[in-house]
């Protein structure tokens, strides 16, 4: 599992790299799944791409949203 964001000022910038490497991209919003695609549509060919639906306002590995996440993508990954 690795992470990554969208935007110019995010620690560590989505690449096409890691997009290649994934077999399943998690977002967050509907506006994230739109900025992915429109910056690495090529890339994301044969991807599985899946929208949370968690709003972006949580700080790094707050426990709300921890608890979100493994809600949320646990079963999606059995």
Not at 1 to 30: H, T, Y
Not at 42 to 70: A, F, G, H, S
């Amino acid at each position: 599992m690795d992470s990554a964001g969208l935007n110019r000022g995010a620690e560590i910038p989505l690449c096409s790299e890691a997009i290649q490497w994934a077999d399943i991209i998690f977002v967050m919003e509907k506006s994230h799944q739109r900025k992915l695609s429109n910056k690495f549509q090529p890339w994301l060919k044969n991807k599985r791409l899946i929208c949370l639906d968690i709003r972006d306002e949580y700080e790094y590995m707050q426990p709300e949203l921890v608890e979100l996440l493994k809600k949320k993508v646990l079963p999606l990954l059995k």
